[in-house]
């Protein structure tokens, strides 16, 4: 048995205006709480970073005094709960160490108008959820009291301990995350193996099969001409609130659309197979930025944006989280060559390439579609690392960190 951290979603029903407001309130003391450490910190990351000064200090436990300190000054602070506000520090923090290490920049301002409100409640804040097993659920927030839930994904977990909670507020309601800790029997491998080619828009499997992703051109175009029309209209007047109200709506159609195939795809690669093989991509890399600098212009601008905007689509990050914790193992490879070998030879040629879709070896022969081809390539890959290592890897993320990410 191990233990494993699982996600189920919920949305929160409407509650009473003073429980809303309370709720906003906490969101909106974790935003201040974030910017007030943020420039208190500022003036001593821009002496770190220019070494002029000492290294600060970025522990949660450091700040958290600060915090307390803080809060025990601001009688507003005081009236919200403690935990969940004090949180915010551990984001803050997580963001200030990446940025010492050079990963990122030091922490952005949260701004009221382009931050989505939402705060977590971790394992010290005692809330409390209750009727898992009813049409309704309920969730005790502290200072804000119980609150009804309706399930929207992810399994229940009677054995489970619910470990954290993440409230956000989607422009329309608030929707409530709650992680769990669960015990579960480590996944029996049935041996098979499958070898996995992801492309712009479809999904490929070393078995022959095919996972397209659903046409949201229609719903993209629709977002992009809800985003000009808003950004030509009056701040402040009600036809921008409308318009605004309409992309949040398109927005989280496309998002919930994504996610739900995601799960779906994913979930059915997991049934079939043991280990999964994907490539070793860095999402990053492909879609970083094309434009280049002054001196040296990027090339194919325009359709490295095409590309982007595609890759972002498939969100691949994503699909291999998902397959990360859904299968048993999970290996990666280098993908080079992998579309231009020849599966059946092992024939390498740019010419074996015919179309983007087709695959046809000029050595023996084989044709295949070109996506199933690299998968068999990717599969085969796999193994050879497998064999090397000697089987006994195990790359399940078993301890995968609570508050890692959230569907988008
Ligand atoms: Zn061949």
Sequence with gaps: MTKEIRLVEFVVLPVTKAKARKMFQIAGACRFVWNYFREKNLGDYQKFRDAKGDRPQTSFFSLALEFTKLRHETDWLRELPFAPVRYTLKHFTDALKEAMRGKKGFPKPKSRARTTPSFTLPDTARFRIRNLDKKYSLLRIPSVGWVKLTRRGGNLWENGVPKQVVLRHDGRRWRAFVFYEVEVEEKGDNGKILGIDMNVCQIATSDGHFYSLPDLSKKEARRKR????????????????????????????????RKNWIHKTTGDISRKCGTVVVEDLKVKNMTASAKGTVENPGKNVRQKTGLNRAVLNTAFGEIRRNLEYKCGRLIKVNPAYTSQTCSECGHVDKENRKTQARFQCVCCGFASNADTNAAINIRRLGMAQL???????????????????LPV
Excluded: C, F, W
């Excluded at 064999?387 to 990410?405: K, L, V, Y």
């Design 387 to 405: 064999h090397e290592e000697g089987s006994g890897i195990s790359t399940a993320p078993m301890n995968r960190e609570i508050d890692a990410r």
């Design 226 to 257: 809800y985003q000009r029309r808003m950004a030509r209209q009056v701040k402040g007047s009600n036809r921008r609130e409308d318009t605004k109200k309409k992309l949040a709506k398109v927005s989280r159609k496309i998002a919930n659309m």
